[in-house]
């Protein structure tokens, strides 16, 4: 008798429940078969690293891994995976923002791992790790430890403590610091930058969010130890790794599933030629607001004093945030942000001096001031470029913030520069007017 069937019986509720109860007891039997615990490995068992590649969103773009203990004659079917959170847990973005972020690891049946993943469209690699049986045995130990209740969740750091560094750990604490000393006096030739700019290139605004975020120590070169901070690095790493005995670590490397969205960038593309010429142009035609006030003086003016108070906004705002990352959050990579003097907290009280600007028709003397300071920090920032000390990688940010600052420093001086020569001080709005629109 199937159960639709049992409940289709006029049965009293207390059968009902003891059916549901049978019913629920039996149904977990596979999956406390499938994770056992303090369980030994057979002779065959494999452990291999799983390789995910980069997916759509952002926190995907930097690829995912895990560790698939497979020993059939046993019943042992698992992938152990760190990197794991949930946005609805409590207080999860106020910790984010700060910099302290609670992440786990995970544990599931590799059908349903490797379901999800295709159902993802995201490229998978399986490599075989070189083992003997008391490693894999201390391996499994390890992670059925890690988790268990108590130690699942972990303090996560995007570059030194995420899903792929503790893989690499976990490894290397069962094989005795191999992989360590193979690797972490040898450089990578790249920077956590570099790496960034590369998995991010293809979103924009993520692109630039976080390249703006990025302080100094962003741009130190890593180790090949370090590098692995990435799914598909490790996978790369490991693969030119020997074993005390000369023997590989990596015993095979599989490429098992082809994505056809999303790959990994092979290098990394600039958006120098995209930044500049925005840039430049907002600076021009700051600029020809300046000019123009020679011609349409009031109506030249207004426009300018409006996109003035528009460019300090945001260059305020950007500024406000790096200092905000950077003096009052854990975020450590985020510290010493050379950006600062691009996109300028001093932006904001300028606005303040452009509404008067808009009210009164000229800028103050003190804004004319700040407005100098504002550029004179910029152009600072392109100066540093050629000091060794200061080698943070931001010329593409130089680029487009430093021709707008400039252009409007020349339109604010030239529209001066005419209400002095002409003595004008006419204000832009007078008291009851309406304010003049393009057309009018």
């Given at each position: 008798m199937t159960p639709q069937t049992v409940l289709e019986v006029d049965l009293n509720t207390k059968h009902i429940l003891i059916f549901l109860l049978l019913w629920f007891v039996f149904a977990q039997i596979p999956n406390v078969l499938a994770q056992p615990r303090n369980a030994r490995l057979g002779p065959n068992a494999e452990v291999l690293l799983v390789t995910i590649g980069p997916g759509a969103l952002v926190w995907e773009r930097f690829g995912h891994n895990g560790l698939w203990i497979r020993d059939p004659e046993n019943g042992i079917d698992q992938v152990y995976h760190w990197g794991l959170f949930d946005f609805q847990s409590d207080n999860f973005w106020p910790k984010f923002l700060q910099g302290y972020m609670d992440y786990s690891?995970?544990?599931?049946?590799?059908?349903?791992?490797?379901?999800?993943?295709?159902?993802?469209?995201?490229?998978?690699?399986?490599?075989?790790?070189?083992?003997?049986?008391?490693?894999?045995?201390?391996?499994?130990?390890?992670?059925?430890?890690?988790?268990?209740?108590?130690?699942?969740?972990?303090?996560?750091?995007?570059?030194?403590?995420?899903?792929?560094?503790?893989?690499?750990?976990?490894?290397?604490?069962?094989?005795?610091?191999?992989?360590?000393?193979?690797?972490?006096?040898?450089?990578?030739?790249?920077?956590?930058?570099?790496?960034?700019?590369?998995?991010l290139q293809n979103i924009p605004l993520a692109?630039?969010?976080?390249?703006?975020?990025?302080g100094h120590p962003a741009d130190d070169e890593i180790s090949i130890?370090?590098?692995?901070?990435?799914?598909?690095?490790?996978?790369?790493?490991?693969?030119?790794?020997?074993?005390?005995?000369?023997?590989?670590?990596?015993?095979?490397?599989?490429?098992?599933?082809?994505?056809?969205?999303?790959?990994?960038?092979?290098?990394?593309?600039?958006?120098?030629?995209?930044y500049l010429p925005l840039s430049a142009s907002f600076g021009v035609f700051f600029a020809f607001l300046g000019y123009l006030t020679v011609v349409k003086?009031?109506?030249?003016?207004?426009?300018?004093?409006?996109?003035?108070?528009?460019?300090?906004?945001?260059?305020?705002?950007?500024?406000?945030?790096?200092?905000?990352?950077?003096?009052?959050?854990?975020?450590?990579?985020?510290?010493?942000?050379?950006?600062?003097?691009?996109?300028n907290p001093l932006s904001l009280v300028l606005l303040g001096y452009f509404l008067i600007f808009l009210i009164r028709g000229r800028l103050p003397q003190m804004?004319?001031?700040?407005?100098?300071?504002?550029?004179?920090?910029?152009?600072?920032?392109?100066?540093?470029?050629?000091?060794?000390?200061?080698?943070?990688?931001?010329?593409?940010?130089?680029?487009?913030?430093?021709?707008?600052h400039l252009g409007l420093l020349w339109a604010v001086r030239t529209s001066e520069h005419l209400i002095s020569n002409n003595n004008l001080k006419k204000p832009l709005i007078k008291s009851g007017e309406k304010p003049i629109v393009a057309g009018q």
């Open positions: 690891i995970g544990s599931v049946d590799s059908p349903s791992f490797f379901q999800f993943t295709m159902q993802s469209d995201r490229d998978i690699w399986l490599q075989e790790i070189n083992l003997n049986a008391d490693q894999k045995n201390a391996l499994l130990a390890f992670l059925e430890k890690n988790d268990s209740e108590g130690h699942r969740i972990y303090r996560y750091d995007y570059y030194l403590d995420n899903c792929s560094t503790r893989a690499r750990d976990a490894l290397d604490h069962v094989l005795g610091g191999v992989i360590k000393k193979a690797s972490e006096d040898k450089g990578s030739g790249k920077t956590f930058r570099s790496n960034t700019r590369r998995l692109y630039f969010g976080i390249h703006l975020g990025l130890w370090k590098d692995m901070f990435t799914p598909m690095s490790l996978r790369r790493h490991l693969n030119e790794i020997k074993l005390l005995d000369g023997q590989s670590l990596v015993r095979s490397d599989k490429f098992i599933f082809n994505s056809t969205k999303t790959k990994e960038p092979e290098q990394i593309k600039s958006y120098l030629s995209f003086r009031r109506l030249a003016r207004l426009f300018l004093a409006l996109f003035g108070i528009l460019w300090s906004l945001v260059s305020g705002l950007l500024g406000t945030i790096i200092l905000i990352v950077w003096f009052l959050t854990e975020h450590r990579f985020g510290h010493w942000n050379e950006n600062i003097l691009q996109f804004g004319i001031k700040l407005l100098y300071a504002v550029t004179g920090l910029s152009l600072l920032g392109l100066v540093m470029q050629i000091i060794p000390v200061f080698d943070q990688v931001n010329g593409e940010l130089i680029a487009l913030a430093l021709p707008a």
